[in-house]
């Protein structure tokens, strides 16, 4: 016994031993929490990202490069800021100290250049990734001339200039400014010290600083005044290195959680039982570390590594295909990277999400949808919060999530290298903006034009547009205007999470495709390209003298003259798959919903002089009740409007599956009901409002329209755009001025979409809704004319001339009913009823085939040769199921 005890009690010193070295000694808390920062970049290996304490911008002008950072341009307000410390208001003071040189020292330089610091900067909305990206605040710095100063960001002022502080900057300055409380407030001073010999080389000072321009963020600046315009000139050469970065201080706080990477966020979908999951990475180095892991939470607790991946070397996204996935609960996942922080330190990075489980029994399915995420909003908090508390089940992105714009610092489209990073950077945003949203929804998200650098995209199925002329020229040629490896890299990072597409046939230049199908809780979405397949209008319409989509010619008529033979929307190979698409619903599918860029209509007018759209961003925003009198309805071959007959095939084809068309880009906050034949025989089309509006169409026409609802406004009720097709205008979201500030962000109709989805009734209700509204607030409602309440059955609307037998089902439960017209060869429709009781309706007399049961199972029963008949004529017939 003595014996037994004795061991046990060593067992368990030993595991006792064990669980403190894994997880750590106690230690006693005796000394305040430190609260600075240090980087050397000695130590770091050579990658273009800076680092996870870190947002350079632009990403494509930086790098980490044999233990340096450098700025690799000679441009406008080249910028790095510190993410995880900021100075606080309060009592105290702080420093920061750097080590810079030239890195082109034998080059003419531009002698009101300069680089240093970056201090107090805020952006327009004072949150940090704001400040990160827009902040503006204190310079104090050294110019090439060999001048210390301290002003306002990109303003110096006049100092005196050191010939020997000049010379001593081709090789290696230390720059250390101190910010502390004086009797008119804070006093900022700038020293310049030989980095050898210690000595002061030059000193400048600034006093009389008020303490809110003190506080708020902290970096490094490189600063040449040229090249301030848009376009942003490429040319330009290495500028300055910086080192042994130090932040230090009693007003300084730290924010571990705002660092970002290196696993920056990631996207997935389920699809049935099928889970696609990226992760996006930053632009990593070759000697890093190229591995990402997916891990799931199992049963026990433990971390359990299901896939890792390598990550693609252009995109810098790791993609995981998950079959056979449990869609019967939530699954916690975490993505893992081990970053090689120094040459000798090696520390894990987690990404941490959840995949949830199949909304399967939730009586209501919301898809919350997005378009046009200029960053003038940016970080879009207020969106986040707003779509948080409506709490949707899955998300849609329809397009433009990256204008050229985005980060203030304009679009590179080349060398080949920059122009890969140079939209990374703009991508990073729009997922900086929205990772936690993404995080624990499935997420689907396409590219539109601004995605791939056009202002109007016709992608004439994938070859590459002329090279000659303006940029509006060569988008007006068709085609894409960046390579195809490009255009691959962008599908990558915004599409590699879908499903496996449709046909994964690459068109020209060997431009992928991503068009396909997911199904979810019931709900079969068809993702499509409008874009990719679609011809360019102005070799088509020579009459027309086309200038960016708009026809110039004030003679030429676009109902009468536009639709012309060639001319394509979708193409053949889409066209099939949403045939196949709108037939299919097997395995419980109850509802069938198009994503897609754009609206098969153009819902937009202008005044009556303007030419084209160009006007649209100067165009006065009207008070509440206002209506711009002077408006036509115009013909914006953007749109998918045009081409008419191409636009008529795509909505025959979905309203065979009574499909919900969701879809964005336009600006405009819309939903219509389309019409081909008649007004409002086919289904109903929700286009979202833009998140950040810089192009606020509207929807003014000069008569109002017909078959209206009572009460509502005259720019309701049916019309013909200005394609001559038949368009149903339930409500638009049109510019109104606010009061709110920032009035370009608030006074231009911008918000996001809600569709609700229920199961029970196969009702839809559609909203569009501003930003900074919150559902739980009841002064806060969607924009004026929503919600839309709509049945299924209602995208279907054409009037039917027959009636086939009343279908009574016994021994089985929403079965699906498909109709084919046996004249023609062809399927009227197919849908999944709720209950047991179905007249299907035709619209022409003669023999149908009648399809009813469970597709893909053996419960299927076929009906041959049933004639239609007038209702009146309609007999009941029992259709029993073992």
């Known amino acids: 016994m003595n ?18 070295v894994v997880w750590g000694f106690p230690v006693e808390q005796t000394s305040k929490p430190y609260t600075g920062f240090s980087i050397e970049w000695a130590e770091t290996l050579d990658r273009i990202w800076a680092g996870p304490d870190f947002w350079a911008n632009r990403l494509q002008d930086w790098r980490v490069h044999k233990g340096r950072l450098e700025c690799e341009v000679s441009l406008y307000d080249r910028y790095v800021s510190l993410l995880t410390q900021n100075v606080k208001k309060g009592k105290g003071s702080y420093q920061m100290t750097v080590e810079l040189g030239r890195l ?41 001339k060999g001048g210390l100063f301290i002003g306002e960001s990109m303003n110096i002022e006049k100092v005196r200039e050191s010939p020997y502080l000049k010379e001593k900057l081709k090789n290696n300055v230390k720059l250390v400014l101190k910010v502390e409380p004086d009797k008119q407030g804070y006093m900022a001073s700038l020293s310049a010290i030989d980095s050898e010999k210690g000595e002061v080389l030059g000193e400048v000072k600034r006093n009389g600083l008020k303490e809110e321009s003190v506080c708020g963020g902290l970096g490094l600046v490189v600063h040449f005044p040229q090249d301030r315009d848009y376009p942003y000139s490429q040319e330009s050469k290495p500028s300055f290195w910086f080192s042994g970065w130090k932040v230090k201080g009693s007003k300084t706080e730290v924010h571990k959680d705002r660092a970002f990477g290196p696993i920056l966020f990631a996207q997935y979908t389920l699809d049935n039982c099928i889970l696609n999951l990226t992760a996006q990475m930053p632009p990593l180095g070759k000697a890093d570390n190229q591995i990402v892991k997916l891990q799931i939470r199992n049963q026990s607790g ?25 869609n019967t609960k939530d699954t916690p996942y975490r993505l893992v990277y081990s970053l090689r922080e120094t040459k000798n330190r090696v520390r894990d990075y987690f990404w941490e999400g959840l995949i949830r489980s199949k909304p399967s029994e939730k009586k209501e399915l919301v898809l919350a949808a997005f378009t046009g995420n200029n960053d003038l909003g940016f970080p879009n908090t207020d969106v986040s919060q707003s779509v948080q508390a409506h709490n949707p089940d899955i998300l849609f992105f329809s397009g433009d999530q990256v204008y050229e714009v985005v980060g203030a610092r304009g679009v590179q489209r080349e060398p080949k290298e920059k122009a890969a990073i140079g939209y990374l950077g703009k991508w990073f945003e729009w997922g900086w903006a929205y990772k936690d949203l993404i995080r624990e929804r499935p997420c689907i998200c396409i590219p539109d034009d601004h995605d791939v650098y056009h202002g109007n995209l016709w992608g004439e199925e994938g070859r590459a547009c002329s090279q000659e002329g303006t940029e509006k020229e060569k988008q007006d040629s068709g085609g894409y205007k960046m390579p195809a490896w490009w255009i691959n890299m962008v599908q990558r990072t915004q599409t590699s999470h879908l499903p496996a597409p449709y046909d994964p046939e690459p068109v020209q230049q060997g431009i992928q495709v991503f068009y396909t199908s997911l199904e979810y809780a019931g709900v079969s979405f068809a993702i499509i390209e409008d874009r990719k397949f679609k011809s360019a209008p102005r070799d088509l319409l020579p009459k027309a003298d086309i200038v960016n989509g708009w026809p110039q010619n004030p003679e030429f008529d676009a109902k009468k003259e536009a639709d012309v033979t060639g001319a394509k929307l979708l193409g053949k190979r889409q066209l099939e798959f949403l045939e196949e698409w709108s037939s299919d619903w097997r395995d419980g599918i109850w509802m069938k919903v198009l994503l897609s860029q754009t609206l098969f209509a153009n819902v937009a007018t202008l005044p009556e002089e303007a030419l084209s759209d160009g006007v649209v961003p100067k165009l006065r925003i009207l008070p509440k009740g206002a209506y711009a009198e002077n408006d036509r309805i115009v013909s914006d071959l953007d749109s998918n409007g045009w081409p008419q007959a191409g636009r008529d095939k795509a909505i025959k084809t979905i309203r065979k599956g009574f499909a919900l068309h969701v879809c964005g880009d336009q600006h405009l906050g819309s939903t219509v009901w389309y019409g081909i034949d008649e007004w409002r025989d086919s289904g109903f089309a929700l286009c979202v409002p833009s998140v950040s509006n810089v192009w606020p169409r509207r929807w003014f026409p000069p008569q109002p329209g017909r078959n209206t609802e009572p009460g509502s406004p005259k720019y309701t009720g049916d019309f013909e755009d200005g394609f001559g097709n038949k368009v149903t205008v339930y409500a638009v979201s049109n510019p109104t001025y606010t009061g709110k500030k920032p009035s370009d962000l608030y006074d231009r109709a911008t918000g996001f979409g809600l569709v609700r989805f229920n199961r029970e009734t196969r009702d839809i209700i559609i909203e569009c809704w501003p930003r900074l509204s919150d559902p739980n607030v009841p002064e806060d409602k969607p924009y004026q004319g929503w919600p839309i309440k709509i049945n299924q059955r209602d995208n279907y609307g054409r009037t039917p001339e027959a009636c086939l037998p009343c279908y009574v089902i016994e021994g089985m439960k929403d079965p699906v009913f ?57 007999k009941k017939v029992k259709v029993v199921f073992d």
């Open 3 to 20: 014996s037994q005890f004795w061991i046990k009690r060593k067992i368990y010193f030993l595991l006792f031993l064990w669980m403190l």
């Open 104 to 144: 082109s020292p034998g080059t003419d330089p531009n002698p009101d250049a300069y680089a240093g610091f970056r201090f107090g900067a805020r952006g327009q909305f004072d949150e940090y990734r704001d400040t990160a990206i827009r902040g503006k605040g204190w310079d104090a710095g050294i110019t090439m």
């Open 302 to 326: 433990w971390w359990q590594t299901l896939k890792q991946k390598k990550i693609d070397e252009t995109s810098f996204t790791a993609s995981f295909t998950i079959p056979y996935w449990d």
């Open 818 to 874: 498909q109709i084919i017209d046996e004249k023609k060869e062809n399927i009227v429709y197919t849908l999944r009823i709720k209950g047991n009781i179905f007249a299907p309706k035709v619209f022409e007399k003669g023999l149908y085939t009648v399809r009813i049961g469970e597709p893909g199972t053996e419960k299927m029963k076929v009906f041959r040769s049933v004639k239609a008949v007038d209702k009146e004529e309609v």
